[in-house]
């Protein structure tokens, strides 16, 4: 199944970007129970599933890195979100690629 996604950025990207300070607006879309196994500070947490349901807690003007285990149900997600009207970045390889473990929780 191939996403038509039109932005991407990798986990050292983003975890670099949180590094400078910069004010990052992220959307963890992994189940419940992956969550709280662990995530990174000041994402928002919608399981895929509920994404649909909870539109009217994400704001249309601002760019969401949208992240999940490995990238493919971020993927999804910003597919769905990007044909609502909303500015999507898809964080490619997960959280398995994330590395700098001082941003988790």
């Not at 990798?10 to 992994?30: C, F, H, N, S, Y």
């Amino acid at each position: 199944m191939t996403f038509r996604v039109p932005k991407e950025i990798t986990p050292q990207e983003v975890a670099e970007q949180l590094k400078q300070g910069k004010d990052l607006i992220m959307l963890d879309v992994r189940e419940t129970a992956e969550w709280a196994e662990g995530h990174v500070k000041g994402a928002k947490h919608i399981p895929l599933g509920q994404l649909m349901e909870q539109l009217h807690e994400l704001n249309l003007a601002q760019e969401i890195i949208i992240m999940c285990r490995s990238g493919n149900r971020s993927g999804l997600a910003c597919e769905l979100l990007h044909e609502k009207g909303y500015k999507v970045v898809n964080m490619t390889g997960g959280l398995n690629e994330w590395s700098d473990f001082d941003q988790l929780i």
